[in-house]
């Protein structure tokens, strides 16, 4: 079953600043507002590496899924890893066989079915894995709206792996990789998952913010020109890793 790492979600206590922010240092522009997560208390603002997105929600009402994961979290961080495949049906009766549930069934007949999985049955982060009328992944992507077609990325930016960090992280490897059906393997010591595109890296979390979606590598052209005026924009750093919306971003 093909699986692609398509989009993060970051969650913020507002879009601004952390949406221009974004879109200053990577090169970016908010490519579609979903009107549709007005019914979860919140408002979204998505923006394209290529054919992958960086999403930030932020809550509009009070005792949201979202706030609450905000306060927990101690302020903005990394929300959710979504990942696309090429046919949804089987995962349909894969996931309960790993004792999985469906949290909330994203269901557009024809177009887009997004299953958004239960986080006590993950554990790390929220996991979602859709599905897009076509499963291209330069095809229609139903997330960025009507009129997204894809484009043709060869060379361009892309969102190509997703930390998460845990104070157990072989765990939580083992965990996600029952889930989603996929090896780990240790590169240079970091239990790390392989997918068709992209990887997920497991690692201890150091920062005092618990279990959670802890930093991204987004791949794209002249990286260390980039890191050097994201630091003279005065943006922090941590290993060589930007601090942007609550994450680690890593430029490759």
Request: net charge negative.
């Amino acid at each position: 079953m093909t699986l692609r790492l398509r989009q993060i979600c970051l969650v913020a206590p507002s879009l601004e600043p952390t949406v221009g922010t974004l879109c200053t240092e990577l090169g970016t522009q908010v490519c579609y507002t979903d009107p549709n997560v007005a019914r979860y208390g919140l408002v979204n603002a998505l923006m394209p590496l290529g054919n992958s997105f960086l999403e930030v929600v932020a809550p509009t009402e009070p005792d949201t899924a979202a706030g609450r994961y905000l306060e927990r979290r101690g302020g903005a961080g990394g929300y959710m890893v979504i990942l696309d495949c090429d046919k949804i049906e089987p995962w349909l009766s894969y996931l309960p066989s790993v004792g999985v549930r469906v949290a909330n069934d994203l269901n557009y007949p024809g177009e887009y079915r997004g299953l958004q999985l239960h986080p006590r049955d993950t554990g790390g982060a929220l996991l979602e894995i859709n599905y897009s009328r076509g499963g291209a992944w330069d095809g229609p992507y139903h997330p960025a709206g009507p009129d997204w077609r894809g484009v043709a990325d060869r060379g361009a930016s892309r969102i190509v792996a997703a930390e998460l960090q845990s104070p157990d992280p072989e765990r939580l490897a083992s965990r996600w990789s029952q889930v989603l059906g996929r090896q780990v393997e240790e590169i240079a010591g970091v239990p790390t998952i392989d997918l068709d595109l992209g990887h997920l890296r497991f690692v201890p979390a150091t920062d005092g913010r618990g279990e959670g979606l802890g930093g991204i590598d987004v791949a794209m052209p002249a990286a260390e020109r980039a890191l050097q005026a994201a630091l003279d924009h005065g943006l922090a750093a941590e290993d060589g890793a930007l601090l942007m919306g609550g994450v680690r971003v890593r430029l490759v």
